[in-house]
């Protein structure tokens, strides 16, 4: 008796289920040596996904562990997750970010060249370089849904993404050749085209690893990377224009995307050997930990990623996201705030209104970004802390408004600089959140959230279009006049504001079918009652 009462909770449980395991483990060994490698998929995915209770999942019936998970006590079961967690954190998120702070950097470094002689030496008109601006993000759009479907569909990440990057890495080091306008906006076209695989793909990579009550956190975490890209892009860029121009015979601009190209590419060979894939198949995991990835998040939201991948096609994920008036209510959201971040698009141009050089300008557009790091993350995780979105996304929102207003209404260098000092931390902050709202709020079927996901974020991103026509050059000797695109910024911000209060509303109406038990699509397979029973509930 002793012995037994000194074993922790489950103990013996956990022992017999794994001495099940291990047999069924030879079973499956002997099975492939013979052969039917097929049959043991199979097995594999029927055994993971067989429910205890018939009437898992959509039936509407109680939700049931897997046989491992069962057998964890509480106690267990909150440290096994809380030592998983850490651990797919240190895999996974130091190198998404180290992804995007070069797909950002790739993607923004023409406006930094700007400033180093591309217009000049390519005889660039002040509409022709706003058009090779604007031309990646058609690219851009054209490809974030097809390829977002894609990656639900072949479940591969960690070969999908880092592919891209290379893809990519090559298009942004070859800009460097270019020798007309027609060139430089073919590169560009490609660039975008490419690139749109990667942040809506990370989006959803990362609502396939983390609950709705991480995301917030672990989505400011992904988007750091561009802030930190934007703080330091400019550095990098001041000091290989300062010290490489007519290196062997080119000028510092072409050396820019050749240095950033060849470092893009290097990264992405790293990243096929340490991301994982999707929790179902990550080998560095014990079956303790694969079988605990998978239930919390079918815990969370009632319905598995993996069977409902399966079951749904590219089109029919794309169906139900474009009926659902979440979608288009969180579209114009995303739409009005990136359109309100289009002045970090021209941040240089912004910057150098203040009268300074071309590398104190480029060394002046750091501060606001790594003020908006700081800010992104204590906001993001105050919001996962809390449960809470309206609030974190709208306050923020509030201070760009603000920012915006003092940028437009004076000349003076102090109060403009504040200004800029705020805008990218008002915009980027609520950014984050408002992201993260899109899978807290169409959280399934998978096939769902990943079309929801690429085709807001490329309608989202059109707004930089024909924002890319709003900051012209002026004359030489003259500072531009911000006064309409910063005006515009102002209006879209509000805008953002509106439609917060919208989704919101439909959010809080929702919530309160579900107390009810009433039926309610994308909630826990909109089963009645299910929904009450599992305290699931669309995060306000």
Request: net charge neutral.
């Amino acid at each position: 008796m002793a012995s037994s009462s000194s074993e922790p909770p489950g103990a013996r449980e956990r022992e017999s289920i794994l001495a099940r395991g291990s047999s069924e483990s030879h079973n499956y060994g002997t099975m492939a040596a013979e052969g039917d490698t097929k049959d043991v998929i199979e097995r594999v995915s029927d055994d993971l996904q067989k429910p205890t209770d018939p009437g898992h999942g959509s039936s509407g019936h109680k939700l049931e562990p897997p046989p491992l998970v069962a057998a964890m006590s509480q106690e267990y079961r909150l440290e096994l997750e809380k030592s998983m967690r850490r651990k797919v954190d240190t895999r996974l998120l130091p190198m998404i970010i180290l992804m995007y702070i070069m797909n950002y950097l790739d993607r923004n470094n023409i406006a930094a060249v700007r400033l180093a002689g591309l217009q000049d030496e390519l005889n660039l008109s002040s509409v022709q370089y706003q058009t090779t601006v604007s031309i990646l993000f058609v690219g851009y759009i054209l490809m974030q849904i097809p390829s977002n479907l894609f990656l639900n569909k072949t479940g591969k990440p960690a070969l999908y993404l880092p592919i891209c990057m290379i893809v990519w890495g090559i298009i942004s080091g070859a800009t460097a050749a270019c020798q007309n306008f027609a060139g430089l906006v073919a590169c560009r076209f490609f660039l975008g085209f490419v690139e749109a695989a990667y942040f809506p793909g990370c989006l959803f990579y990362l609502s396939s690893w983390y609950t709705r009550k991480e995301l917030g956190f672990r989505t400011a975490v992904l988007y750091s990377g561009s802030l930190v890209s934007g703080a330091f892009g400019g550095l990098i860029t001041a000091g290989i224009t300062s010290n490489m121009d007519y290196t062997k015979g080119l000028r510092a601009w072409r050396w820019v995307f050749i240095i950033e190209g060849v470092i893009t590419v290097i990264i992405a060979i790293f990243a096929f050997w340490i991301l994982p894939n999707f929790p179902r198949t990550t080998s560095w995991l014990s079956e303790e930990e694969r079988q605990l990835a998978v239930y919390r998040l079918q815990e969370d939201v009632g319905e598995d990623d993996w069977t409902s991948s399966e079951s749904q096609t590219f089109f029919h994920g794309l169906k139900l996201a474009l009926i659902d008036v979440k979608t288009w209510v969180l579209t114009i959201l995303l739409l009005s705030i990136v359109s309100s971040a289009s002045v970090t698009n021209f941040f240089p141009t912004v910057v150098k209104t203040l009268g300074y050089g071309n590398v104190e300008t480029l060394l002046l557009t750091a501060p606001p970004y790594v003020l908006a790091v700081i800010t992104t993350f204590v906001n993001a995780w105050h919001a996962d802390r809390t449960g809470e979105r309206f609030f974190h996304i709208v306050l923020p929102l509030c201070v760009g408004v603000a920012a915006f207003i003092l940028a437009a209404a004076t000349s003076s260098t102090a109060p403009r600089y504040v200004a800029m000092m705020l805008m990218v931390p008002g915009v980027y902050t609520g950014y984050v959140v408002a992201l993260a709202w899109i899978s807290n709020s169409l959280p399934r079927p998978a096939a769902k959230r990943a079309a929801a996901l690429a085709f807001i974020n490329a309608v989202s991103n059109t707004s930089s279009i024909y924002a890319s026509y709003m900051y012209p050059q002026p004359p030489s000797g003259q500072q531009p006049d911000l006064t309409v695109p910063l005006s515009v910024d102002c209006a879209t911000a509000a805008l953002a504001i509106i439609m917060t209060a919208i989704m919101r509303i439909i959010l809080t109406r929702l919530n309160k079918k579900l107390d009810r038990g009433d039926h309610v699509e994308g909630a826990i397979n909109a089963v009645p009652g299910v929904a009450q029973e599992h305290g699931f509930r669309f995060l306000v």
